[in-house]
Each structure stands twice: as structure tokens, then as C-alpha cells.
């Protein structure tokens, strides 16, 4: 669908996609929350590590216009703040965004948030946006609210977002300097005038500061996205990470930029450089020591629907949607009881003892593994779109991130088998800081590949809790004497 763009100085912009959003934390720095915030969190996909095995979010594409420029966005897109640049997400109406809901909830009652982030910015398309969130604050009271901003309207917009119950907005804030930002948004449109260089980005970076602290007055739960553009703010973004800490943001997601040429961004089509992974965790890591930090991110399209991580829009589009039957009430009902079990599961697992019995000195072990979700080691190696790793070390076991793949190394028919050196160069190449991959079951040829680069592929703790299989593979290299030597546990990737 084509959309307007904003191209003059008299209307708003518009997108099919918004780049700037994007958000998640680890649950041991939760614990010391107050009841009410770790209530607030414990379902919610993005803002807990831990239900994001568990909990699905989903997205709907409403809000079509813009009033910023990012050099990382291509109007076509999504937007990047919340979205990979280069997706198209099909625009709804309220209406068809509600129906779509309702049978997304029936079908996957583990899902527990709606989030609008895009195409565009929410907040650039008021009316759409809270008549969707007023819709469903009405119909599917059982669901989570959250909303994803460049934050220009957010202050104008911090009522309203009050009134319908919404409890989590992400802010993406890329710097606090009118220099740095001029470099990263050619242009804002702003009281009926379009406004360019560092005069916009003061205006940008004001609004998205008093928005934050509104939204904090008022108990509203903020996470902060960041995309890391090397050059630009990469060398900023601790001292943004600190002053939004300060006023009060809960979570802060450094995200990477992506820049290819082919989605003829600015920065994509200019040849800004992307950050590496190991980059990408230096900065969280420097972040980290002034506040909660996201690292399970995936960057998810403004129509996403599933565990994060997975896109099941396929199984929800407008024409499926309207042959459903859906009867909400009894879906309710069905989901309240999928939610509790899985809390239930969360609490019980939050007492587990993660702590390895291994010396002191014992140094680090980073290992891949391959789930579908449930917090469990429960997906074939060759099925594995992406691969979550962990670092164990004498203090316990910690998420450190996710590694993608272009496709999975099986998709079984024809295609199985295609590319497979490839794909394997590309496995070794995104795990190559990691000792250990553990999934359900690896195949001869990819064993021996891993094998060979240094990699030890492991299937026997298939459907064990992931943690707990990290554990018990880190004790047994400890009791065969692995762990005795200190090395650098991270390579550039
Ligand atoms: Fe969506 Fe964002 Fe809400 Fe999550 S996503 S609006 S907070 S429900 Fe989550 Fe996706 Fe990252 Fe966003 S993984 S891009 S952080
Ligand atoms: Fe694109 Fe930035 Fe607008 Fe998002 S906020 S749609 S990334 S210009």
C-alpha cells in the first residue's frame, strides 16, 4: 500500500514503517523492584528477559504518518525505532486492528501486549492510535497496552495515553546533544512548519525529555531506545543511558543501526557503518552500570505477532482474520488460566538456585542455544532461526544476547541442504565467541563442522530448562578441568 510522504512543509509525513523503537531487561536486576513495577513487568515480553520465553506480543500497523526524519528510515519501511528497516507492514483501520487482536488473542492466549509502534510514529497519528487503544481498552480489558515513540507529541500526548490504561511507552532517544542529533534527523515537522540542522533536534530532544518526565510523574513504565550509530553517538550514549536513568526510565535498549544499501536509507545509501555485535554489548555493557539494560530485543516489524523473535502475521491476515469466529469472552477466560500457569512457572523458577559450584577463578563460558520458546532446549539445530547466548561464570548463568540467521539450516524439502556450507560459515562465524551450542538434537555434518571450529555441539540435555542445562554443562567442564585458564571470553564478531 502506498502512503503519503511527508514532502512539504505543509502536512505531516507519513511511512509504512517506523525505525526508532525497540526495548527488554535482564530479570535478576527486577528483584528489587517493588511489587507493583515487577507485577507490571512479569508478562510483559519486552520489558522482562525472563517471560520472553514465554509471553507473545503483537503489533498493529495503524499509524501510518511521521513528523520526524531519521537518517536510518526510508519512508517506504517500517519505522526503524521499533522496526528492522527494509520491512512494509499492511496498514489497518481501528477496526481491522481490533478483529485482528481479538483472534490473535484466541489463538495465542499466551499473548500478553499490544504495542503500536508504526509504520509511522503513534503519536503523529493521534486519532487512529487511541481509537484503537480506546477500542480495546473496552473490548479486550485482559490485554496490556504500550506505545513507541519518536516522543516529538509525546507530551501533548501524555494524557491521553493516561486515559487508556496504557502502562509501558518506549522513547527513542538517540542523544541529548542538538549537534549529534542534527546529524542523525535532517528535519522535524513542528507547529505547522518544517524545521531543519540543530534547531529541530533541540526541539526533538526537549519534548522527548518532558515527555519522559511527564510519563514518570505519572507512574507510566518508559523504556528508552537507542539506536548505536558508530561515529555519531556511539561515545554518547552512557551519558544518555545515565541522565534518562535519572528521571526515572525504567529500561534503556541499545539497538544497533542497520544500514543497508538497499533499503536507501540515508545512512544505508552514504555508507554509515553498522556496529558490530561485540560493539553493540560494549556499549550495553558500559550502559549497564547505570541501569537495566535490554539485550533480548529483536527489532520486531510494526505488524509483529508471536513469541519475539517468531512472526506468525501470516496466520492473521485481513482475510483470514474475517472468516474467524471468535468468542472473546471464552478466549478470556482460556488465557487467564494460560497466564497464570505460566506466572506460576515464573515464580517457581525465580527460587531455583543458579549459582555454580565451581572456584572462584573459574573462568567464563559462553554457549548458543537452540529454543522455540518455554524457556526450554527444545529446537533442532537445523531449525534454528537464531540462537540465544549465555555466558556462564562463577556467579551464575546471564542472557547476553541473540545471533540470527539468514534462514535456518534445514528447512526440510528441497531447500534442505541448499546453501549449507554457507550457512554453516555464517554459524561459526556469529558463534564464534561461544564453546558450547546446545540443542534438542544437531545432525552429523553440522556436528562435525562445529566440532572442527571449536565449537562443541551438545543434544543431551534436550527439553531440560536452559539454564539449568548451562549449569550442568559448565560444572562438567569444571570437574574436566576446562575452566582453569582465563581468557578473553568475547571476540569481535
Ligand atoms: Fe512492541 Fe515495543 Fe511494546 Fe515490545 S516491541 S511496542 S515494548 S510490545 Fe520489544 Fe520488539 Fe524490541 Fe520493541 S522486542 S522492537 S523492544
Ligand atoms: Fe522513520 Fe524515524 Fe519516523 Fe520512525 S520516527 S517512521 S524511523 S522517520
Known amino acids: 500500500m502506498k502512503l503519503p510522504v511527508l514532502d512539504n512543509d505543509t502536512s ?83 477496526a481491522q486492528a481490533v478483529k485482528k487482536v481479538k483472534a490473535v488473542a484466541a489463538e495465542i492466549p499466551q499473548m500478553s501486549v499490544l504495542g503500536i509502534a508504526g509504520p509511522g510514529d503513534p503519536l503523529a497519528n493521534p486519532q487512529k492510535t487511541f481509537e484503537t487503544f480506546r477500542r480495546l481498552s473496552d473490548e479486550a480489558p485482559d490485554i496490556k497496552l504500550c506505545v513507541s515513540t519518536n516522543g516529538l507529541n509525546l507530551p501533548a500526548s501524555v494524557e491521553e495515553i493516561c486515559k487508556h490504561n496504557i502502562d509501558h511507552v518506549t522513547i527513542t532517544i538517540n542523544c541529548l546533544d542538538p549537534k549529534i542529533g542534527a546529524k542523525i534527523y535532517p528535519w522535524i515537522y513542528w507547529d505547522h512548519r518544517r524545521i531543519r540542522g540543530e534547531e529541530a533536534a533541540a526541539i526533538l530532544i526537549e519534548q522527548q525529555q518532558k515527555g519522559l518526565e511527564m510519563l514518570v510523574e505519572r507512574g507510566v513504565l518508559v523504556k528508552v531506545n537507542s539506536v548505536l550509530i558508530p561515529g555519531v553517538n556511539d561515545q554518547h550514549l552512557k551519558e544518555v543511558s545515565r541522565v534518562v536513568k535519572e528521571k526515572g526510565a525504567f529500561l534503556h535498549n541499545v539497538m544497533p543501526l542497520i544500514a543497508e544499501a538497499e533499503h536507501g536509507t540515508y545512512y ?72 497464570q500457569e505460566i506466572l506460576e512457572k515464573l515464580d517457581a523458577d525465580s527460587g531455583a538456585a543458579v549459582q555454580p559450584q565451581v572456584p ?27 540462537f540465544l547466548v549465555y555466558e556462564a561464570s562463577p556467579e551464575g548463568v546471564r542472557f547476553v544476547n541473540h545471533r540470527t540467521l539468514p534462514r535456518p539450516y534445514c528447512e526440510g524439502g528441497d531447500t534442505c541442504g541448499e546453501d549449507a556450507e554457507s550457512l554453516m560459515a555464517i554459524v561459526i562465524r556469529e558463534l564464534q565467541d561461544c564453546e558450547v551450542l546446545l540443542a534438542s538434537r544437531v545432525g552429523f555434518e553440522p556436528w562435525s563442522a562445529l566440532e572442527e571450529a571449536g565449537i562443541q555441539p551438545n543434544g543431551e540435555h534436550a527439553l531440560e530448562g536452559i539454564e539449568e542445562a548451562i549449569l550442568a554443562v559448565y560444572q562438567k567442564m569444571q570437574a574436566e578441568g576446562q575452566l582453569q585458564a582465563k581468557q578473553p571470553s568475547l571476540q569481535t564478531a
Open 12 to 94: 505531516l509525513a507519513t511511512s509504512e514503517g517506523c525505525q526508532s523503537s525497540g526495548c527488554g531487561s535482564s530479570d535478576d536486576s527486577l528483584t528489587h523492584l517493588p511489587e507493583e513495577i515487577r507485577n507490571k513487568v512479569a508478562n510483559h515480553p519486552c520489558f522482562s528477559e525472563k517471560a520472553h520465553h514465554y509471553f507473545a506480543r503483537m503489533h498493529v500497523a495503524v499509524a501510518p504518518a511521521c513528523n520526524i526524519q531519521c537518517n536510518y528510515c526510508n519512508r517506504k519501511y517500517d519505522c526503524s525505532n521499533e522496526s528492522r528497516p527494509g520491512v512494509v507492514s499492511e496498514v489497518l483501520t481501528p
Open 268 to 339: 544505508g545509501l552514504t555508507g554509515q557503518r553498522e556496529p558490530t555485535a561485540a560493539e553493540v554489548e560494549e556499549i550495553q555493557n558500559s550502559c549497564s552500570g547505570d541501569m537495566n539494560m535490554m539485550r533480548h530485543c529483536r527489532q520486531c516489524r510494526a505488524d509483529a505477532v508471536g513469541l519475539l523473535g517468531e512472526d506468525r502475521g501470516e496466520e492473521f491476515t485481513l482475510d483470514k482474520i474475517e472468516a474467524m469466529e471468535i468468542d472473546y469472552p471464552a478466549a478470556m477466560e482460556k488465557r487467564a488460566q494460560v497466564h
Open 360 to 386: 572462584a577463578a573459574s573462568r567464563p563460558v559462553r554457549m548458543a542455544v537452540a529454543t522455540k520458546g518455554q524457556g526450554l532446549i527444545n529446537q533442532h539445530f537445523g531449525h534454528a532461526r537464531e
